[in-house]
């Protein structure tokens, strides 16, 4: 499994890439490998602000759906519509295409609360 070096994760299984003013977020490779195949992703909160760790969205899998927190406070300002189409993005490329959403972050503290690839790993090798 990878984990780029350049990106922040959180204990619940997303990543966040900061790019200027913005960050993207998405779910990590482990969380897509856990799930198994993704059929359909949900996020109904595009133009809300929302508090760190909030659910933004769910994921729904075969037999499953999970919910998506929100690693850091912000407004959630694009949702990424390729996956509403093609949803096998977020299995087949979840750093790069399948990213889920770009928020405009609101609380630099935040950021310090994320793990870096290595904590990260660490959690999941528990």
Same mark, same amino acid.
């Given at each position: 499994?990878?984990? &780029?070096?350049?990106?922040?994760?959180?204990?619940?299984?997303?990543?966040?890439?900061?790019?200027?003013?913005?960050? /993207?977020? $998405?779910?990590?490779?482990?969380?897509?490998?856990? !799930?198994?195949?993704?059929?359909?992703?949900?996020?109904?909160?595009?133009?809300?602000?929302?508090?760190?760790?909030?659910?933004? $969205?769910?994921?729904?899998?075969?037999?499953? =759906?999970?919910?998506?927190?929100? &690693?850091?406070?912000?407004?959630?300002?694009?949702?990424?519509?390729?996956?509403?189409?093609?949803? @096998? !993005? =977020?299995? @087949?490329? &979840? /750093?790069?295409?399948?990213? !889920?959403?770009?928020?405009? &972050?609101?609380?630099?503290?935040?950021?310090?609360? !994320?793990?870096?690839?290595?904590?990260?790993?660490?959690?999941?090798?528990?």
């Amino acid at each position: 499994m990878k984990f &780029p070096e350049e990106l922040k994760y959180s204990s619940e299984h997303e990543w966040v890439r900061r790019e200027g003013d913005v960050v /993207y977020i $998405g779910i990590t490779d482990y969380a897509q490998d856990q !799930l198994g195949d993704i059929v359909y992703v949900d996020i109904p909160t595009v133009g809300e602000t929302l508090d760190a760790n909030e659910i933004f $969205g769910t994921i729904e899998v075969v037999k499953t =759906v999970s919910d998506l927190f929100l &690693p850091v406070s912000g407004e959630i300002i694009e949702q990424n519509e390729a996956i509403e189409d093609n949803p @096998e !993005l =977020v299995n @087949e490329d &979840p /750093y790069g295409e399948g990213w !889920l959403i770009k928020v405009k &972050p609101t609380n630099e503290e935040d950021f310090n609360a !994320l793990l870096d690839a290595k904590a990260y790993r660490e959690i999941i090798n528990k």
